[in-house]
Structures are given as C-alpha cells and as structure tokens.
Nanobody
Framework: QLQLVESGGGLVQPGGSLRLSCAASGFTLDDYSIGWFRQAPGKEPEGMLCVSSSNGTTYYADSVKGRFTIARDNAKNMVYLEMNSLKPEDTARYYC???????????????WGQGTQVTVSS
C-alpha cells in the first residue's frame, strides 16, 4: 500500500527555520516526481517546489525561491523540505505528493500525505 507521511511541522518565529520530512512506504520514492504543496485556510493549494524524476530538475515557486529547498534520502526512502527565513505568510498545512511528472500543479499528483501544520508567528 502506497503511503506518504509528513512530519516536522510546528510553531516557529518569523525568520526561523524548519525541516519537514516525508516518509514513503509501499513504493520507491526515487521512481517518482515529488512535490511539496501547502494550503492555508480559505486559499487554494499552492505548489512550492518539486523535483522531476525524469531529469532531476527542481522547480520552485517564486514565493519560496531562495528560501526553501528539497532534499532526498533514497536510502531511507524519504524526502525533506528545508525552510529558511520563514514568514507569517508561510503559515499553512504542508503536504508532500508524488506523481509521474515534475510540476507545481496539484492535479499532476496522484498520491498525497495527510499534511503537517506549520505556523509562523511571534
């Protein structure tokens, strides 16, 4: 059974850093494109960054470019989202997802985790 589980969310002060984890089971993460998304209350899901399985290229949304990075640990079958210089507007529920195509569009992804909440506040 294919499953994704996010962890690492919490409360962080503006300007702080946080690392989210996404653990995969039932399949090999390296075979898929991986995306990180977030959704704030009352807003549409936002694709933040993704790494394509076909060419290894990472794509970033302008809102997180230079602040967020993605990293894989294939041995552990995990992927991480490193978030730096966090802002209050980064407050949202964060999700990892896998699909066959590297994209920042949520409809390109077939399988999603349950999400982890990130709150940026002083």
């Amino acid at each position: 059974q294919l499953q994704l589980v996010e962890s690492g969310g919490g409360l962080v002060q503006p300007g702080g850093s946080l690392r989210l984890s996404c653990a995969a089971s039932g399949f090999t993460l390296d075979d898929y494109s991986i995306g990180w998304f977030r959704q704030a209350p009352g807003k549409e899901p936002e694709g933040m960054l993704c790494v394509s399985s076909s060419n290894g290229t990472t794509y970033y949304a302008d809102s997180v470019k230079g602040r967020f990075t993605i990293a894989r640990d294939n041995a552990k079958n995990m992927v991480y989202l490193e978030m730096n210089s966090l802002k209050p507007e980064d407050t949202a529920r964060y999700y990892c997802a896998v699909g066959y195509r590297g994209s920042l569009y949520d409809f390109e992804y077939d399988n999603w985790g349950q999400g982890t909440q990130v709150t940026v506040s002083s």
